[in-house]
Nanobody, 125 residues
Framework: QVQLVESGGGLVQAGGSLRLSCAASGRTFSSYDMGWFRQAPGKEREFVAAISWSGLRTYYADYVKGRFTISRDNAKNTLYLQMNSLSPEDTAVYYC??????????????????WGQGTQVTVSS
């Protein structure tokens, strides 16, 4: 079991940037594959990005490639999502998630075992 806490969300104008963080409790963070998902009102939770336990492999949804970067600092038990060139379509609650097993279907929410409470990202026009 692990506790995940997201931070860094807020209000930003279109074209701006935000950096989200996800702090994990416990001492086993480095063994988990990690992902970011987002959910807008009236829509299902959708995949944003994922990273392997070692940080050597990353995966992105097509709509964020070239704009978002997922990274992790295992020494700090922290996952990051750098978001650039934000648009109103990026407005959503962003969640971090941990997979205690080996990453398989990284773009499916059911793959992940632990979830944070989410942080709101709002991009104005």
């Amino acid at each position: 079991q692990v506790q995940l806490v997201e931070s860094g969300g807020g209000l930003v104008q279109a074209g701006g940037s935000l950096r989200l963080s996800c702090a994990a409790s416990g001492r086993t963070f480095s063994s988990y594959d990690m992902g970011w998902f987002r959910q807008a009102p009236g829509k299902e939770r959708e995949f944003v990005a994922a990273i392997s336990w070692s940080g050597l492999r990353t995966y992105y949804a097509d709509y964020v490639k070239g704009r978002f970067t997922i990274s992790r600092d295992n020494a700090k038990n922290t996952l990051y999502l750098q978001m650039n060139s934000l648009s109103p379509e990026d407005t959503a609650v962003y969640y971090c998630a941990a997979d205690r097993g080996h990453m398989g279907s990284y773009d499916r929410a059911a793959t992940y075992d632990y979830w944070g409470q989410g942080t709101q990202v709002t991009v104005s026009s």
